[in-house]
């Protein structure tokens, strides 16, 4: 039961007898004015699990309404209220008041769940669910780390569903190994043609990869393929997958080590068969490793490289 008084400065204050916060009109209308002038400064972290089963679920818009809902709550209570927090991703990430109700409709029961107690109990509340309770819902079995945009760089449609794509990459300067199109598209359900809308939208940066070996004498050579056109046949070198990163920024862990560990405790995640592995980036994993595929490839150092810019992979 909530009840008006006035305080002895003469303020509206409204108090809830269920809650032991109490939220004065003012200070609502202050954080309004704070989640406005500092849109600037609020970030968002996005998990690369959750944003590709996103993805390959078309449940997108809702997973980035989520994403954007956590953002809002800086103090981590994982309650909103249902007004403050529409008018918050109106004027901060751009979204219009009919997509938001629409998206809370459609996401409710899934990645949020709506109280609405009677009139005399107090305001309309949003509970965001939880990392695990998501990661249960969505079946993810593991997350990595997150990274880290800012909240102008997640406004329009086209530009989250590229931010969301871009998440399921590393960021510059880590070490990533080379994937293909189709290796992209089977995890997260994006078309090639689109990947490269993406990259373009979300800024990727891509490296190229190609495929030597060594001669008798122990110099690196090119792998040669042919191709086959109509009339006639060519050599090129052999390319392997691209390496890709985004331009978003490493976040903290946060509770995603203890929601592994929770994940872990009820999956089959660290007994399950793994792939063998293809690429390495050091010659003390490939001793390391037992089990490695048919074909497998060791990233040849700077300096033996046979041209700059290029990454160059020996087959081993």
């Not at 994982?78 to 529409?86: E, K, Q, S, T, V």
């Not at 609405?116 to 669910?129: C, D, E």
């Not at 880590?174 to 199109?181: C, D, E, F, G, Q």
């Not at 122990?218 to 393929?225: A, F, K, M, Q």
């Amino acid at each position: 039961m909530s009840v008006l008084s006035v305080a002895a400065t003469g303020r509206i204050r409204t108090m809830d007898y269920n809650s032991p916060r109490i939220v004065t009109v003012a200070k609502r209308k202050q954080r309004g004015k704070q989640h406005n002038q500092g849109s600037a400064l609020l970030s968002l972290k996005l998990i690369p699990e959750i944003s590709a089963v996103a993805l390959k679920a078309k449940i997108d818009k809702e997973v980035a309404l989520w994403y954007c809902l956590r953002c809002i709550n800086v103090t981590g209570s994982g309650r909103l209220l249902h007004n403050d927090a529409i008018a918050t991703l109106v004027s901060v990430f751009g979204y219009s008041q009919r997509t938001v109700y629409r998206l809370l409709k459609d996401g409710k029961g899934k990645l949020w769940d709506i109280e609405t107690p009677s009139p005399r109990a107090g305001l309309t509340t949003i509970k965001i669910w939880g990392l695990y309770r998501v990661c249960d819902y969505l079946t993810v079995f593991h997350l990595s780390r997150p990274v880290e945009i800012k909240a102008r760089d997640f406004t329009g449609l086209r530009t989250r569903r590229a931010q969301l794509y871009a998440s399921c990459f590393k960021t510059s300067g880590s070490k990533v190994k080379p994937i293909s199109r189709y290796s992209i598209e089977v995890a997260t359900g994006v078309k090639r043609r689109q990947q490269r809308r993406y990259d373009q939208v979300a800024h990727i940066s891509m490296v190229a990869n190609f495929a030597t070996q060594q001669d008798d004498k122990g110099r690196l050579v090119s792998i040669l393929n042919f191709v086959h056109g109509k009339a006639r046949q060519w050599l090129v070198v052999r390319r392997l997958g691209n390496i890709y990163h985004s331009q978003a920024s490493r976040a903290r862990w946060g509770m995603i080590t203890r929601v592994n560990a929770q994940l872990r405790q009820r999956s089959f995640y660290s007994d399950e068969a793994r792939l063998p592995k293809r690429f390495f980036l050091t010659p003390q994993s490939v001793t390391r490793t037992p089990g490695r595929a048919p074909e497998a490839f060791l990233l040849v150092s700077k300096k033996d490289r046979l041209s700059k810019g290029r990454l160059r992979w020996c087959l081993i």
